[in-house]
Structure formats: structure tokens, C-alpha cells
């Protein structure tokens, strides 16, 4: 199934992508858990106001497992999807491939495995710095449920990864050129992206008519407060169905790729 010296090739050429955002994202984390003391929301009452302050809430107000999590995994799917598949169909590397005893089978789940393995080593590299900084610190309520929620946060986060890279991919597979993978890849992302944050601040300033507009994206089935909240019914079939849709999405490239004419 898994050609793994192929695999040795393509992890190669695609380690300074995986480098670069592992460092964006672990950046994010600790410049976000560096500006407070607590690690959980710690409730401050100032002049009869209530205020909250902690890592947790810092992560989630920049919207690191939301809009802005989302937003770094689609550029780092279209930057992996062009480098492992758009770039060598049209240069014809992936038709040089097919000459060994490779079929396209295997080359197709290698190079999904390789998108698996770069985004299981951000998601875990992003995760460790976390818990790095929560010990270092330390916290002053930082305990064992907080690892708990922030090990879902980060599985959540890594199924956003594969369910976002199996959307580009099968772009750059159904797009024979690369501005059109390209544009489309922006395109549907940024669309949800904006009507998720609509949707988010209409339920902010009590706009009902647009509270609903979250619910179309895919962002409503990675919900940061339901996992912060520890509402485990509540997300875990959220979680289920964004895996059989990219189940779906990585099925479907690949049934277009077996049928794919390459010679571009």
C-alpha cells in the first residue's frame, strides 16, 4: 500500500513546510501563554466588573483552535497539496513515478500519509510546547483536567488539519492548472472563514438572522467552547462526522486520481 522509501522522498522535500509552521504555530502558543499567570480562566472582579484572564482564554480570544487555526491550516494544505501533487503532475513527475513497479495506489497513499505525518508533527510539536510552558511557568491552577482539554483541543485541531488538506486535495487533483487549484484553494476556505466570523460576532451583538450562518462552515464541527467546557457528548460526534468527511473528500481525490489523465 505505502511505498515507505517513496515516502522517505516526499517527507524530504516537504520538511521545510512542516519546520516553518510547526515553529508559526508553536510561536503562537507561546507568546499567547506568556502574558498571563493562569492557565485556566480566573475570574477578577474591577469597579463591579468581572473579567477573565488565563491561557486558556488567551488561546481561545485569538482564536488559535478557531479562525485563525483554521486559517494557518489552509495555507499550509495548499503549500504541502502543490509541492506533493499540483507541481508534479504538471511537471510530469508523478507520470515518472508510474515507470517504477509504483502503482497509483500506492503513490496517492503514500503522499496522504505524508500530508498525516507533517500534520501530526505540528499538532504534536504545538501540543508539547503547551504543556511545556504550563510546567515551566508554572501555572498556578494548572492541573490535570487542563491537560486533558488541551489534548482534545489539539486532536480537534489535528482533524481540522486532514479534513481542511483533503478539500485542497481534491482540488489539485479535479484542476489540471495550478492558478486554479490556487485560486479555488483561497477561495472556499476564506468563504467559510467569513461566514463563520459572522456568524460569531452576530452571536456577540444578538444579531439572530446571521446567529446561524456559523452552522454552515465546517468550523462549527470543531467547537473550541464545547471542548473548553469539557462537553464530551456534546463534540464527540462533531468529531466523528468530521472524520467520515474526510474520509469522504480523500476518497473521492483518490477515485479521481486513478482516473486522472496526467500527461498535462
Same mark, same amino acid.
Given at each position: 500500500m505505502i511505498n515507505f522509501k517513496f515516502l522517505k522522498i516526499q517527507i524530504k522535500n516537504t520538511i521545510w513546510i512542516t519546520v516553518i509552521f510547526a515553529i508559526i504555530f +508553536?510561536?503562537?502558543?507561546?507568546?499567547?501563554?506568556?502574558f498571563t499567570k493562569y492557565f485556566w480562566d480566573t475570574t477578577f472582579y474591577h469597579n463591579g466588573e468581572t473579567s477573565y484572564e488565563g491561557a486558556?482564554?488567551?488561546?481561545?480570544?485569538?482564536?488559535?483552535?478557531?479562525?485563525?487555526?483554521?486559517?494557518?491550516?489552509?495555507?499550509?494544505?495548499? +503549500?504541502?497539496?502543490m509541492k506533493l501533487i499540483s507541481t508534479e503532475i504538471n511537471r510530469n513527475y508523478i507520470s515518472s513515478w508510474l515507470s517504477l513497479p509504483m502503482s497509483r495506489k500506492t503513490i496517492f497513499l503514500t503522499k496522504l500519509f505524508t500530508i498525516f505525518i507533517s500534520s501530526f508533527i505540528i499538532v504534536l510539536f504545538n501540543l508539547i510546547i503547551q504543556l511545556?510552558? +504550563?510546567?515551566?511557568?508554572?501555572?498556578?491552577?494548572?492541573?490535570?483536567?487542563?491537560? +486533558?482539554?488541551?489534548?482534545?483541543?489539539?486532536?480537534?485541531?489535528?482533524?481540522?488539519?486532514?479534513?481542511?488538506?483533503s478539500m485542497i486535495i481534491l482540488f489539485a487533483v479535479f484542476f489540471n492548472k495550478i492558478s486554479h487549484v490556487l485560486t479555488v484553494s483561497a477561495l472556499v476556505p476564506t468563504f467559510f472563514i467569513v461566514l463563520f466570523l459572522l456568524g460569531d460576532f452576530a452571536n456577540t451583538f444578538d444579531v439572530k438572522f446571521l446567529h446561524y450562518l456559523k452552522y454552515l462552515t465546517f468550523f462549527s464541527l470543531f467547537d473550541n467552547n464545547q471542548l473548553i467546557?469539557?462537553?464530551?457528548?456534546?463534540?464527540?460526534?462533531?468529531?466523528?462526522?468530521?472524520?467520515?468527511?474526510?474520509?469522504?473528500?480523500?476518497?473521492?481525490?483518490?477515485?479521481l486520481f486513478k482516473r486522472k489523465n496526467l500527461d498535462v
Open positions: +508553536a510561536l503562537i502558543s507561546i507568546l499567547s501563554m506568556s486558556i482564554d488567551l488561546l481561545h480570544m485569538i482564536s488559535f483552535f478557531g479562525p485563525l487555526g483554521e486559517g494557518l491550516a489552509v495555507v499550509f494544505a495548499i +503549500a504541502l497539496t511545556l510552558i +504550563a510546567v515551566i511557568k508554572p501555572y498556578s491552577d494548572f492541573a490535570g483536567a487542563e491537560v +486533558a482539554i488541551l489534548i482534545k483541543l489539539n486532536f480537534g485541531l489535528l482533524l481540522s488539519f486532514l479534513f481542511i488538506s467546557k469539557n462537553a464530551n457528548l456534546q463534540f464527540i460526534w462533531k468529531f466523528i462526522l468530521l472524520i467520515f468527511l474526510t474520509g469522504t473528500l480523500f476518497y473521492g481525490s483518490f477515485y
